[in-house]
């Protein structure tokens, strides 16, 4: 099977070792993965923000980074909630304003090729021992994308449980925000701060020396806030876990 990555800017810019760590684990279970160079931002911060019209060449340049692969993978959860949730609508909106249906036509290609990483290991390969091991203690963050708008569910955890070594530790108030949500911590700077600080206290009160989520955007805003506090914590994707084996285990 071939696919392609989808690395997203908050990796591309911030978190390499994420990307790398996705193809590490396609590539040990067989898949061919390619990396089109045509990939930019899937238009998320604009959309976010209201810029509706500014995000539709980001959508024409997805599809034409991504139209010789039948599967997508990417290593996060708002950015394929982005592509399914929103394309769609940007689309009608086009078409409703007589803009033609090429937008559509994007939308349609992209949407059900899309796939975030645990989802496609779970329903696409069928596989939720990855042959990683990580001697580690664990509490698991569900970012709010992966959560509500992709239902992931349990394919995370499941994952997670089949790693060898590895303790997964129930966290506290788990299906709470973390106060990111993009641009709305620039926005609402001293709520997404108290957002954040509950859910640093419950991730500590689990004794977990990992603080484990499936968006870096959530990690990055919660890895701040630990590392500011000195915390005997690091946040850390689920992918570069998944990643980790006994011949290469993650540093």
Do not use: W
């Not at 009608?92 to 304003?97: L, N, T, W």
């Not at 995370?156 to 449980?161: D, S």
């Not at 925000?177 to 689990?206: E, Q, R, Y």
């Amino acid at each position: 099977m071939r696919v392609a990555l989808f690395a997203t800017c908050v990796n591309d810019a911030l978190y390499p070792s994420t990307a790398i760590a996705t193809v590490k684990i396609l590539e040990r279970l067989g898949v061919e993965v390619d990396f089109p160079a045509g990939q930019t931002c899937c238009g998320q911060p604009q959309f976010n923000t209201g810029y509706r019209q500014e995000t539709e060449p980001l959508v024409r340049r997805m599809a034409r980074a991504f139209k010789d692969y039948d599967h997508i993978v990417t290593p996060s959860g708002s950015c394929v909630a982005m592509i399914r949730d929103n394309y769609p609508r940007i689309a009608k909106k086009a078409q409703a304003e007589g803009r033609g249906d090429t937008l559509a036509h994007a939308s349609d290609f992209l949407v059900p090729r899309t796939y975030e990483l645990t989802e496609f290991l779970v329903d696409v390969l069928g596989v939720t021992d990855v042959g990683a091991y990580f001697p580690h203690t664990v509490t698991y963050h569900p970012s709010c994308h992966g959560l509500r708008m992709l239902g992931l569910g349990d394919r995370p955890r499941r994952l997670l449980e089949a790693v060898k070594g590895l303790e997964l530790i129930e966290l506290p108030g788990a299906q709470e925000c973390c106060g990111f949500g993009g641009t709305f911590a620039v926005k609402n700077p001293d709520v997404s701060a108290a957002m954040g600080a509950d859910k640093i206290h419950n991730s500590l009160s689990t004794g977990a020396g990992v603080l484990c989520g499936a968006d870096n955007s959530c990690l990055m805003h919660l890895g701040g806030m630990l590392r500011r506090q000195n915390a005997p914590q690091r946040a850390l994707h689920l992918a570069e876990i998944l990643a980790s084996t006994q011949e290469e285990p993650f540093a």
